[in-house]
């Protein structure tokens, strides 16, 4: 750890994209409830995809998800969940 950054929290050094694979020895099981945010405070999230051959949108993904910064497995949220504050 380079001086100056925090283990945890806002004032890590943000990474760059194609450094954002999860640190496994932080990662949890929080799978069930749809969320958006990471206990870790990370909003990225890897998942896997089906894109529309056409106009290359979304067409499927699926809802198991994993934290890009710390690898923590989570639960996508759909459209049929509507809103998380509901």
């Known amino acids: 750890m380079k001086h100056g950054d925090k283990q945890h929290g806002k004032d ?3 990474k760059h994209i ?3 694979k999860p640190e496994s020895n932080e990662a949890m099981d929080i799978r069930g409830i749809p ?3 990471c206990p870790c405070g990370s909003m990225v999230w890897n998942l896997k995809t089906v894109f529309n051959q056409d106009d290359g949108s979304i067409e499927l993904y699926f809802v ?3 934290c890009a910064q710390c690898g923590t497995l989570a ?3 759909t459209p049929v969940n509507g809103t ?3």
């Open 18 to 20: 194609t450094e954002l």
């Open 35 to 37: 969320t958006t945010v």
């Open 84 to 86: 998380l504050e509901e």
């Open 64 to 66: 198991d998800m994993e």
């Open 75 to 77: 639960t996508a949220p």
């Open 12 to 14: 890590k050094k943000p």
